[in-house]
């Protein structure tokens, strides 16, 4: 088999999204997501100009080679406009190989190593008390784990806090919206949601939050230290994660598990944290690392460490690189857990899929491949439209992170 054709697919189907299709001779095509949120363009044209004219003419099945061809052939190695680029190519070639052996993909992973994919949704409010109707609602469609953020008085704009319920969508179109921060604010108030939440809904459902690289090291241990009591499922994204080796810090202090990883792109940008046993549970997702190949060696390295995967699933991973993390969660031993943000309806109807979600489990469905179309008809109703996520300062007007 030979691969005759890519094409990159940019639609705006509720939010953009960037698709590469790519063709082979014998009339299979594989889907794979190259969604780099703010900055599709840019993965955009890396394929289309730089990775897609090397791929005409190669063997669909040897996605290994390709791989190295891509990663180690490109001389300027990793990066997110990179990876996202060869995750995209990765995980089309895997849902080729799929189709072309008329067998789902997780059987070319291994298998199933479980019945379904436990998934946590995201419940968030202005206050605590809204937080928590939120969050009853999701355990009312029966979810097992649910994040919970959290608006804080006197901060007029918080991380994680939807406009639309079901559907948060961080990023805009036009500019970047600035947003507010205090560290001490949060701080406070943090702990106090999660007391409420466990006197409101017992021991059982499986909280999570997400700090969104928002604190320093020790505020972290701090943060983590507080939270204790109410036995958090994991606490996401404590720190910036360029410096690894601040999580000792981290680590030292607090027994609440620590999750990080959904901006890394390589094996690389975890090694310290995975190999030290810094963290619990290991975030990137196939499209920003390099697809279904190199996350693979990632679960492989963090199971030796006792770290388990928990990827990265917001509304900016397509379906299509939803189905590909529930492909690879469903076969791997290490599995965690996986993020999951409904899409919009649009979305959905623009990528036709087989996987569903019945009592707090996603399951990929049993069909060849991945199991997700791309209605290119539809889609062209949807142009591309730039669009931003937030930037952040703190309330003295120092710029932060987002
Ligand atoms: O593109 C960035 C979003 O995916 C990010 O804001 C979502 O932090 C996030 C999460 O945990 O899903
Ligand atoms: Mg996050």
């Not at 379904?116 to 206050?127: E, F, P, Q, S, T």
């Not at 901060?155 to 406009?163: D, E, F, M, N, Q």
């Not at 770290?307 to 299509?320: F, I, K, N, Q, R």
């Amino acid at each position: 088999m030979k691969i005759t054709d890519a094409k990159v697919l940019i639609s705006s189907p509720g939010r953009n999204f960037v698709t590469l299709k790519v063709y082979t001779d014998d009339g299979i095509y594989g889907l794979g997501d190259a969604t780099l949120n703010g900055r599709e363009l840019a993965v955009a044209a890396y394929l289309s100009e730089h990775l897609v004219p090397c791929l005409i003419g190669r063997d669909p099945f040897q996605s290994e080679d390709i791989w190295q061809y891509f990663y180690r052939g490109a001389y300027w190695r990793r990066g997110p406009v990179t990876m996202a680029a060869i995750g995209a190519i990765d995980i089309a070639l895997w849902d080729i190989k799929g189709k072309a052996l008329n067998t789902p993909v997780y059987n070319l992973l291994g298998g199933k190593s479980r019945t379904g994919v436990m998934v946590y949704g995201h419940a968030n409010g202005r206050d605590i008390e809204e937080t928590i109707d939120e969050v009853g609602k999701y355990a009312a469609m029966g979810y097992r784990a649910i994040r919970a953020q959290s608006g804080i008085p006197g901060i007029p704009s918080t991380y994680g806090v939807a406009k639309d319920k079901l559907y948060y969508e961080p990023a805009e179109k036009g500019l970047p919206p600035e947003n507010l921060w205090s560290t001490e604010k949060y701080l406070l108030y943090v702990p106090k949601l999660f007391e409420s939440l466990r006197l409101k809904f017992g021991d059982d459902v499986h909280l999570l939050h997400d700090a969104h690289h928002r604190l320093t090291p020790i505020e972290a241990a701090r943060l983590g230290k507080s939270l204790e009591p109410y036995h958090l499922f994991w606490l996401e994204d404590a720190v910036t994660a360029e410096l690894q080796e601040g999580f000792r810090i981290v680590r030292q202090h607090t027994t609440t598990p620590l999750a990080l990883g959904e901006v890394f792109n390589t094996i690389w940008d975890a090694k310290t944290v995975i190999t030290e046993q810094l963290i619990d549970y290991i975030r990137m997702a196939t499209v920003h690392s390099g697809g279904i190949t190199h996350l693979k060696k990632v679960a492989s390295l963090a199971e030796i460490y006792h770290v388990l995967t928990g990827c990265h699933g917001a509304t900016d991973l397509s379906p299509v690189s939803l189905a590909a993390a529930l492909h690879f969660d469903i076969s791997v031993n290490n599995f965690g857990i996986q993020e999951y943000m409904l899409h919009t309806k649009q979305t959905d109807e623009v990528f036709p899929h087989t996987y569903s979600f019945s009592d707090g489990y996603l399951h990929p469905g049993d069909g060849p491949g991945l199991g997700v179309d791309y209605d290119e008809k539809l889609a062209s109703k949807f142009p591309y439209e730039r669009a931003y996520l937030p930037v952040n300062r703190k309330l003295d007007g120092t710029m932060y992170n987002w």
